[in-house]
């Protein structure tokens, strides 16, 4: 695989911290010049993926969430957001739209399909008591500048 440029960040799964990570991850990838469509997309998506570590990875606790960015050729970007919290015992039913582990009423289960709606891929790999990762893969439209 060949990576044009890279970047990690790690940090507490504090609520707090998902604006900052939805921030970053933009910041990142503007060296693509993406549009502002595309902005919005991706960090629709990671905070999604990190709203669930917050949620639900590490339940009444905090752990350490860490987002790895890949700028692939093609204007290709692929974001790994991953913890070390519970982990999912059945992805498959996770990614269902509406369902939810948390007995809290305002969610709506809908995490995954947002991610999907706004990404040209979503990959999950979990183990219960090891952590999961989330991988959001998304093409951004070619950009030509006269630099």
């Known amino acids: 695989m060949n990576i044009l440029n890279e970047t990690t960040i790690t940090f507490e799964s504090r609520s707090s911290n998902e604006s900052f990570a939805r921030s970053a991850v933009a910041a990142f990838v503007s060296q693509l010049d993406p549009t502002v469509s595309e902005v919005s997309d991706i960090k629709t998506a990671v905070s999604e993926a990190v709203t669930n570590c917050v949620v639900h990875a590490y339940q009444n606790t905090y752990g350490k969430i860490k987002i790895h960015v890949r700028i ?76």
């Open 72 to 147: 692939l050729p093609e204007n290709t970007v692929s974001i790994k957001i991953s913890d070390k919290g519970c982990g999912i015992e059945d992805i498959h039913k996770a990614m269902e739209p509406l369902y939810t582990t948390s007995p809290q009423e305002e969610r709506a289960g809908l995490g995954f399909a947002v991610m999907q709606s706004f990404c040209d891929a979503v990959s999950v790999r979990s183990k219960v008591g090891k952590g999961t990762t989330v991988t959001l893969c998304k093409k951004l439209s070619p950009r030509y500048r006269n630099d």
